[in-house]
């Protein structure tokens, strides 16, 4: 191995998600780039692996990551880990793949757990179209913006959020989305994992006093539909059968569709299978 980048995905939770991909990269790379060395170590000694490491974290990745560039650059093998999770997602790292492909750095990924995606599957809501939000900012400005710019957001939105800070959260949902399904899902892949099926309203009464511990990720059901917009099962047909001619299959297209003009699937398929 020489001359590359390598993002890696650790578990979330629970050690048994490393892939035998994920042992092969740590074990042949030159050196490791860790959001926090310490959690890496932990990593590295149950998988029986010694390997240089480097920190790359928020306050140090202008610098350091020009560093690690340069001895990529030289040469080197480096992979690229976050303390759980896929780098670069809410994570470090955007920035380290972005320089190193501004570079022409060849980058490749060992894809491994991710805590939006695993959420998104388990929720039963709608996954055929979802935006990935992160965390809201506790800046109020920001917050607000952000809220703001998905109140009519049609697709099922997925958060990242800290346990004490989710009433207030809770409460600010409510207020600008105003009452949806929600699934709050917790500590995935480990001992208390739970998957909660509410909605906002009842989250807000329930959570008001306590919230629940652990790391949590929010799933919010999508907006009915876009603000004023109202879809007849002839214009979502339209919309199926257009992707149809594009080689999707008709059930693929009548679920798109469903989810693009909030009508549903069967009545979709019914009129595009006939
Ligand atoms: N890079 C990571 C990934 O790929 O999922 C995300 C890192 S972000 C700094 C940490 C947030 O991810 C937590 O605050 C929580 O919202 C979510 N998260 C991480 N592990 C989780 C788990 N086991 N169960 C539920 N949420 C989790």
Known sequence: MAGRLILVGTPIGNLSDISARVEQALKECDFIAAEDTRVTLRLLNHLGIKKPLVSYYEHNKRERGAQICKRIMAGESCVLVSD??????????????????????????????????????????????????????????????????????????????????????????????????????????????????????????????????GEIVLVIEGAAHPSGQEFTLEQAAEAAAALMEQGVSASEAAKRAAVETGLRKSDIYRVVSR
């Open 84 to 213: 759980a999770g896929m780098p670069a997602i809410s994570d470090p790292g955007e920035e380290l793949v972005a320089m190193c492909s501004e570079s022409g750095i060849e980058i490749s990924v060992v894809p491994g757990p991710n805590a939006a995606i695993a959420a998104l599957a388990i929720s039963g809501l709608p996954t055929g179209r979802f935006t990935f939000e992160g965390f809201l900012s506790m800046n109020r400005r920001s917050r607000r913006e952000h809220l703001e710019s998905i109140k009519n957001e049609p697709r099922t939105m997925v958060f990242y959020e800290a346990p004490h800070k989710l009433p207030a959260t809770l409460e600010d949902l409510l207020k600008t989305l105003g009452d949806r399904r929600l699934v709050i899902v917790r500590e995935l892949t480990k001992l208390h994992e739970e998957v909660i099926r509410t909605t906002l309203s009842e989250a807000v009464l329930r959570y008001r006093d306590e919230s629940p511990r």
